[in-house]
């Protein structure tokens, strides 16, 4: 009696593992279907808006305030630079590495190479106090002169750099476009949060002073996003994303002398376009 029973134990573990295997090989788990321990890397490019902004200056013999000061990008547009190793950080770009530590939400630092260009030329209000007023084409009256760039270039054009670290959720909705198979196209949304430091090279000729033209720590950011993400393939992907944030920059070095130097705060808008990777080590 004991010879059939263990027969047909032995018969139902291979049946068993059989059924399991083939089952395993027909439906294999896909790659998207877990994120993690994964890892991704991007590279983009993006626009800037910015919101008007007060920018204080100060040194040994001057102390005054512009208030409301407009300023833009410098985009290149469509352009080479984007990939040429030699010049990809002339542009507006964006890197980010990223680590998933669970299957929805992942870690990241980046840094966003943005540019911020004073707009000259225009009209605005002021306080304060400089040397030789009135001659450097700014004409100041009523409180108000003129942004000639003989007063005044102000750029943070090499370039307004935010490095941040970034907390994310992402989540797939391929099921709400009926996709059968993610590992060939997936969609995900994200939402992240970030941090970090503003590390600018800061282009600035003030009263005809010689610039500063270093890399300085000028101050702390804030920003949030969305994200849209397409998959192709498991490995490889194409991000949209909108982000927004805050930037206070308290210490903006302006020229050669420690004692000059400037501040200010504004909110920005980037839109991003990227294309990365994702993978396992």
């Known amino acids: 009696m004991k010879h059939p029973f263990l027969m047909a134990v032995l018969t139902f573990c291979v049946f068993s593992q059989y059924t399991f295997s083939q089952e395993t090989v027909e439906n294999p788990e896909k790659f998207t279907s877990k994120n993690k321990g994964k890892f991704y890397v991007y590279w983009g490019g993006n626009r800037e808006s910015y919101s008007k902004s007060d920018i204080h200056f100060k ?41 998933f530590i669970n299957d929805h939400y992942n870690i990241s630092i980046g840094v966003d190479h943005m540019k911020y260009v ?17 001659s450097y084409n700014e004409n100041p009256v009523d409180g ?21 670290t970034e907390f994310s959720r992402v989540d797939d909705i391929s099921s709400l476009f009926k996709l059968p198979n993610t590992d060939k196209f997936q969609i995900n949304i994200s939402e992240g949060i ?43 992907f194409i991000q949209t ?19 000059d130097s400037a501040e200010q705060h504004f ?15």
């Open 59 to 99: 040194g040994a013999d001057y102390d005054f305030t512009l208030y409301d000061v407009e300023a833009h990008d410098k985009p290149k547009g469509w352009h080479c630079d984007y990939i040429n190793p030699a010049r990809m950080t002339i542009p507006q770009t964006n890197l980010r590495i990223g680590y």
């Open 118 to 134: 004073m707009y000259n030329d225009r009209r605005v209000n002021y306080s304060g106090y400089y040397p030789n007023a009135g």
């Open 144 to 164: 108000q002169l003129t942004l000639d760039e003989d007063f005044l270039l102000f750029e943070h054009t090499d370039g307004l750099n935010y490095v941040n």
């Open 194 to 236: 970030g941090v970090g430091f503003l590390y600018p090279k800061t282009n600035s000729t003030l009263l005809g002073k010689e610039r500063h033209d270093d890399f300085n720590i000028a101050g702390y950011g804030i920003s949030a996003k969305a994200a849209l993400n397409f998959t192709f393939f498991k490995y490889f």
């Open 241 to 259: 994303e909108l982000k927004g944030g805050f930037i206070d920059m308290n210490n903006i070095r302006t020229t050669k002398d420690p004692a």
């Open 267 to 281: 909110w920005f808008l980037q839109r991003i376009i990227a294309v990365g990777g994702i993978f396992r080590l």
